[in-house]
């Protein structure tokens, strides 16, 4: 490793599929910043290992990517509150013996939703699906938002209850069943699996409304299963590609200081798609 260009990497096992070094690749040239970024395969019982090669070739940080968030949780001398409160880390950053672990998956989701979508969270109705790590990821940075009710339903209703619990300060979030739940709400958020396997969750339609958001956090070239279902049922539905610009750009501004503007690059891996 060169010791002028300072080195990051995304790391998963797949991770050829990831975009995280096209994305980092655009953000760097934008800002001018002197980096290199590469996709790092590790070994399924290797996290800690690759890692630690990683840090004693010089490298800065990593991108996490299934299924190392919890090793990497783990592996962290210091965390963020939301990564403290998601359970699971997506960001490393390296600095003097230090490894912070950071979570930008909420915040992502967030940004993408607020500013880039234009719809503000704050007074809304919230239905968040699914109880896994996606959606640990993405409740504090939507508590934050100051919704006027959150609602978390899972198809197995004790681990949204004990999601629920471990943010039990907060008034406005509850449980909900997929089989009860029965009222519009203002953003339908599908943090579960159901989109890889071109399934929707099973949830009534009438959690569909005329001014309701349906967001995936999945995304395709095509609409999800989950996007046409909220779309036929009178949604306006987003997938989760500025998601996924939006987390890449709070990792970058977590290492390098300097927030990228993330319209023009979003709409380049748009046109890939």
């Given at each position: 490793?060169?010791?002028k260009?300072?080195?990051?990497?995304?790391i998963?096992?797949?991770v050829?599929?990831?975009?995280?070094?096209?994305i980092?690749?655009?953000?760097?040239?934008?800002?001018?910043?002197?980096?290199?970024?590469?996709?790092?395969?590790?070994?399924?019982d290797?996290f800690?290992?690759?890692?630690?090669e990683?840090?004693?070739?010089?490298?800065?940080?990593?991108?996490?990517?299934?299924?190392?968030?919890l090793?990497?949780?783990?592996?962290?001398?210091?965390l963020?509150?939301?990564?403290?409160a998601a359970?699971?880390?997506?960001?490393l950053?390296?600095?003097?013996?230090e490894i912070?672990?950071?979570?930008?998956d909420?915040?992502?989701?967030?940004?993408?939703?607020?500013?880039?979508?234009?719809?503000?969270?704050?007074?809304?109705?919230?239905?968040?699906?699914?109880?896994?790590?996606a959606?640990?990821?993405?409740?504090?940075?939507?508590?934050?938002?100051?919704?006027?009710?959150?609602?978390?339903?899972?198809?197995?209703?004790?681990?949204?209850?004990?999601?629920?619990?471990?943010?039990?300060?907060?008034?406005?979030?509850?449980?909900?069943?997929?089989?009860?739940?029965d009222?519009a709400?203002?953003?339908?958020?599908?943090?579960?699996?159901?989109?890889?396997?071109?399934e929707?969750?099973?949830?009534?339609?009438?959690?569909?409304?005329?001014?309701?958001?349906?967001y995936?956090m999945?995304?395709?070239?095509?609409?999800?299963?989950?996007?046409r279902?909220a779309?036929?049922?009178?949604?306006?539905?987003?997938?989760?590609?500025?998601?996924?610009?939006?987390?890449?750009?709070?990792?970058f501004?977590?290492?390098?200081?300097?927030?990228?503007e993330?319209?023009?690059?979003?709409?380049?891996?748009?046109?890939q798609l």
């Open positions: 490793m060169s010791s260009t300072d080195h990051y990497a995304v998963g096992n797949p050829a599929h990831s975009k995280s070094p096209e980092h690749a655009r953000f760097a040239l934008q800002t001018q910043q002197d980096l290199s970024y590469e996709r790092l395969l590790a070994p399924l290797g800690v290992a690759s890692v630690q990683f840090v004693r070739q010089g490298g800065k940080g990593l991108n996490v990517t299934l299924p190392f968030k090793e990497a949780y783990a592996l962290s001398t210091r963020t509150e939301r990564a403290r359970g699971a880390v997506n960001t950053k390296f600095d003097d013996g912070l672990g950071d979570n930008t909420g915040i992502g989701l967030v940004s993408d939703i607020v500013r880039n979508a234009g719809i503000v969270l704050t007074g809304k109705s919230v239905l968040l699906l699914g109880a896994g790590g959606a640990r990821g993405a409740l504090l940075p939507l508590l934050n938002e100051q919704p006027a009710r959150l609602v978390v339903a899972n198809r197995t209703r004790s681990k949204a209850v004990e999601l629920v619990h471990r943010f039990a300060a907060h008034p406005h979030l509850e449980v909900g069943d997929f089989a009860a739940l009222d709400f203002d953003i339908v958020i599908n943090a579960t699996a159901a989109s890889l396997a071109s929707v969750p099973p949830i009534s339609p009438r959690v569909f409304g005329k001014r309701t958001l349906a995936d999945m995304y395709a070239k095509e609409p999800t299963a989950f996007m279902f779309t036929q049922h009178g949604a306006t539905a987003r997938d989760g590609l500025g998601m996924l610009v939006e987390q890449a750009a709070e990792s501004y977590l290492w390098r200081g300097v927030r990228p993330t319209a023009a690059v979003f709409a380049e891996l748009r046109e």
